[in-house]
């Protein structure tokens, strides 16, 4: 259903060159992030965001769509989020360039991309093994050496690289999962969208010792969490 629409503006026009994607790209910053009404602010944030080649990690035939103010579809029933959402996410985590992130859903890896222009480490944790596959090598290829990507549940975290100073969650779960508050180091920060579909908010988390601290923040639209089969 989404793709037919998308297809009839976005397919059929020229292929674009890198240097209109460019001019997309620094569009796609100051009207759908920096705009007043949107205001992202954090100029690392929005200097990753007018950097990233978000088209590099959308499906050929949508590459004309990729600076558009909407999630695409990437195959596998599964979706890359909103620029604005990625950014939103990305700086509500307050990133340090000093820290290491886990990521849950690398989807694309688009999100990923652009958070490992900004921090010392990344991992990032994919449920469909083509998608993780894809994402690793498109990462690879385009140079953001700092990622790096599992395949598997994303709800058990990645206890091996624990603890990690911020964790963004990019699929929603009805709960905040444990083993990721307990992966999460004393002070750190995770954002989270959390509940059913057509229902759910995004938390930002802080974890004091044994307690975390959460508020709601915004109500958004994820792919549900999928748990594998144990
Ligand atoms: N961050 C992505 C968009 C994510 S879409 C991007 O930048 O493109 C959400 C992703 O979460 C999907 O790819 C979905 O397959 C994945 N997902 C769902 N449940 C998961 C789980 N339990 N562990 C890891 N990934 C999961």
Redesign the pocket.
């Known amino acids: 259903m989404l793709l037919l629409p998308l297809c009839q503006s976005a397919c059929d026009s020229q292929p674009a060159t890198e240097s209109s994607f460019l001019a997309q790209r620094k569009r796609m910053v100051e009207e759908q992030l920096a705009a007043p009404g949107r205001g992202i602010q954090n100029p690392g944030v929005l200097d990753a965001m007018a950097t990233v080649p978000r088209h590099e990690?959308v499906p050929k035939a949508l590459q004309n769509a990729a600076y558009w103010d909407e999630p695409l579809p990437?195959g596998?029933g599964?979706?890359?989020?909103q620029p604005f959402i990625?950014a939103f996410m990305t700086e509500k985590l307050d990133p340090k360039t000093t820290d290491r992130v886990l990521?849950?859903?690398?989807?694309?890896?688009?999100?990923?991309a652009v958070l490992s222009r900004l921090v010392a480490e990344v991992y990032t944790?994919?449920?469909?093994e083509p998608?993780a596959k894809r994402a690793e090598a498109d990462l690879k290829r385009l140079g953001y050496n700092n990622a790096k990507v599992l395949a598997?549940?994303?709800?058990k975290g990645w206890p091996d690289h624990a603890p990690f100073d911020a964790i963004i969650v990019?699929?929603a779960p009805d709960h905040v999962p444990q083993p990721l508050i307990e992966q999460l180091r004393d002070g750190g920060r995770m954002i989270i969208p959390v509940g059913p579909p057509g229902n759910q908010q995004l938390y930002l988390l802080q974890k004091h010792g044994t307690k975390a601290e959460q508020q709601a923040i915004l109500p958004v639209r994820?792919?549900?969490?999928?748990?594998?089969q144990e």
């Not at 599964?78 to 989020?81: A, D, E, F, K, N």
């Not at 994820?222 to 594998?228: D, Q």
């Open positions: 990690f990437i596998y599964q979706t890359i989020s990625v990521e849950i859903g690398t989807g694309s890896g688009y999100q990923a944790i994919e449920i469909v998608l598997g549940d994303g709800y990019t699929c994820f792919v549900p969490m999928k748990r594998a």
